[in-house]
């Protein structure tokens, strides 16, 4: 609480005193539209940050999203099998739900379960995937940006005048896998520029698989592991003056995909077919408004609907859900003297949430943030400081509705410079989550009185890189240790004739993040790339010192998990070797000889070439050809390949 009423007294306190500075010491923009590639600097960063690149990725040989991020240290991909599963993100223990996904400056929202499947997004037109923890350094973001306790942002590939006018691939591989995308760009004069981009995919996904439940071995195929999808993007860039730009994206998703379940004993029967679509536009404008002053505002609107159709021996069920977002924000940033931004933004949400099921609320939520951030830079130091204020307020059409919530939320990170590329770095976050609407409402499980899951984050950390030789281009290496702690987390316990959503949980984290690499030329043509990533964490239950459990680490969280990959670029091919590893964990938070789940080590082989406009990649995946679990009871594919031919012009 004192580390609140000091940030409240300070930011003030540094506004009026900067405002002393009269108007000659405001320093000229030379532009406003920057990209974020341009000032993202993974050695820089107050707090943890990672990127790849589309190089990286292109070099990394990874197909979709979920892959890539996989890379990342301090990463846990929840992947529910099949060719179309489920996959969302958890960072440092903390779980899906309080990771914010943001797609081309845009926050992706689903106010339903509060986890975003990150398998909807294509691979194929992305230029930048980065996933910042804790406070980030830019400031001249929406407010909800600054809502979540690690945000992975997505950019798709820029569409400009002087851009590639055409990108056409197809990709096949194992168990059916067929998907082709394209890409076109069209400019229009200089200052209009059109783009669309199509992909459609399928695979039956029934794979061979072999696991164990206890001492009785399966053999046997996945079934009902189908998935058709297809995902269509139409851009529009329009720059209405030197400082100022216009961009519209309208984005479809339509996907119909079998979940097969889990293979319990020798009971692998599914008929449970998921059907999702999803749409939203959203039109965003960022320009300079003079020397000293920038804005950027945009809007969207958002519509996910579901059907879920399921067969057993005692009934057929479909339920439908459908979700609705409509959500602006504004920010304008102040350059106050060269070295000192303060960034203030609004954002408003509104939510609607329908369903089948009977005795269904139809909650509606509303929710307004609001950000006062500041940076400042001066000589070795750099310091970033933020403090968000959320508000929420619920409303039911039938039924009791929920407590609305009402919570400031201070956040800090320090960089300091001690020697060349030698930097320190520190950062402290408070932030939380609001009970999802499941969460309130969902049948008898939901609870209206639910309170928001509450979490601090520490982080210490420091970043080198330097060019050692002509042979050695580059070196960096980053380490950060952290600890974090989240109060009233919501979890299902039984009552007494159902299950209910309690605020009961306490949870403790504290770990090491580790990153590193290094670029290698030979000669001419001849390149190698290393790069690694490795990470420690104890995530452990501290809600009742008289549970069983307690003490014991969170369930699907490993303690060792790491990742790394190593390229050699020739004048004829490239060649990439990449190695996955994820620990010893426990399928229940409940850790005991039968919920002890063992390691995975993965490798793969990616090989590609480049000629002219036309770009040909191979892929063999899981080398060991091992059907690892990254669920309990539901096996993933063992060895598998991929062909890819690329067309660019």
């Not at 406070?135 to 820029?158: G, K, M």
């Not at 996904?205 to 009785?216: A, H, K, R």
């Not at 670029?569 to 000889?593: E, I, K, M, Q």
């Not at 063992?598 to 406009?613: A, G, M, T, Y």
Request: hydrophobic share 40%; aromatic share 12%.
């Amino acid at each position: 609480m004192r580390k609140k009423i000091l940030l409240l007294i300070l930011m003030p306190l540094l506004a009026l005193r900067v405002s002393a500075f009269v108007p000659d010491s405001v320093h000229t923009l030379q532009s406003v539209i920057v990209t974020a590639s341009s000032h993202l600097s993974t050695m820089r960063a107050g707090s943890p940050l990672q990127l790849f690149t589309h190089k990286d990725l292109l070099r990394m040989g990874v197909a979709d999203v979920a892959e890539a991020v996989k890379h990342f240290a301090g990463v846990q991909v929840r992947d529910y099998g099949g060719i179309g599963g489920l996959k969302t993100v958890s960072v440092r223990g903390l779980g899906a739900m309080h990771t914010g996904v943001s797609y081309d400056g845009v926050m992706v929202g689903n106010s339903q379960s509060g986890q975003v499947d990150i398998s909807r997004f294509a691979l194929d037109n992305i230029s930048l995937i980065w996933l910042s923890v804790g406070q980030q350094d830019e400031i001249f973001v929406s407010a909800r940006q600054f809502a979540s306790a690690a945000t992975l942002n997505i950019e798709t590939l820029p569409i400009r005048s002087d851009s590639v006018k055409l990108i056409a691939n197809v990709r096949t591989g194992s168990f059916g896998l067929l998907s082709p995308s394209v890409l076109c760009v069209q400019p229009f004069g200089k200052k209009l520029v059109l783009s669309a981009f199509a992909n459609w995919e399928r695979a039956d996904g029934n794979y061979p698989f072999t696991i164990y439940n206890g001492v009785q071995r399966i053999h046997t195929k996945r079934y009902n592991s189908d998935v058709s999808l297809w995902r269509t993007e139409f851009n529009a860039s329009y720059q209405m003056a030197k400082n100022h730009l216009i961009q519209a994206k309208l984005y479809g998703f339509n996907s119909v995909r079998g979940l097969p379940g889990g293979v319990v004993y020798d009971n692998f029967y599914s008929a449970e077919r998921l059907t999702d679509r999803n749409a939203f536009v959203q039109v965003a404008y960022e320009g300079q408004l003079s020397r000293a002053w920038l804005m950027k505002a945009a809007a969207k609107w958002n519509y996910q609907w579901n059907r879920d159709f399921n067969r057993d021996a005692a009934r057929t069920t479909i339920d439908k859900f459908r979700q609705n977002e409509t959500y602006a924000t504004a920010t304008v940033m102040w350059s106050i003297f060269e070295g000192l931004r303060v960034a203030l933004a609004q954002d408003y949400m509104h939510n609607f949430l329908s369903t089948t099921l009977s005795n269904c609320p139809d909650p509606t939520r509303d929710s307004w943030f609001t950000s006062l951030a500041t940076l400042y830079e001066w000589r070795k130091l750099k310091l970033t400081a933020s403090l968000m204020n959320t508000t929420i307020n619920e409303k039911v059409r039938t039924g009791s509705d929920g407590n609305d919530c009402h919570r400031l939320s201070p956040a800090l990170s320090l960089s300091w410079r001690v020697t060349g590329n030698l930097r320190l770095r520190a950062s402290y976050k408070d932030i939380f989550r609001a009970p999802t609407l499941n969460d309130l409402y969902y049948l008898l499980i939901g609870n209206t009185n639910l309170r928001p899951e509450k979490t601090r984050q520490w982080n210490i950390g420091m970043t080198w890189n330097t060019h050692v030789s002509p042979t050695v281009d580059y070196i960096s290496f980053t380490a950060d240790a952290y600890r974090g702690k989240v109060r009233d987390k919501i979890q299902a316990v039984p009552t007494m004739f159902i299950w209910k959503m309690q605020n009961i949980g306490r949870v403790t984290m504290k770990g090491v993040d580790l990153t590193a690499g290094a670029q290698l030329l030979w000669q001419r043509d001849w390149t190698t790339y290393l790069q690694l990533s490795a990470s420690w964490i104890q995530a452990t239950d501290q809600t009742n010192r008289q549970d069983l459990f307690y003490g014991d680490q969170l369930a699907y969280t490993p303690k060792f998990s790491a990742a790394g990959t190593a390229s050699l670029h020739t004048p004829w091919a490239d060649v990439t070797y990449s190695l996955l590893f994820t620990g010893r964990r426990y399928s229940s938070g409940y850790n005991s000889a039968d919920t002890r789940m063992p390691s995975i080590v993965d490798h793969s082989l990616s090989f590609s070439r480049q000629w002219r406009h036309w770009r040909a990649q191979a892929d063999l995946r899981n080398l060991g050809g091992k059907n690892y679990e990254v669920v309990r009871f539901y096996p993933m594919p063992g060895f598998n390949w991929r062909a890819t031919i690329t067309y660019q012009f």
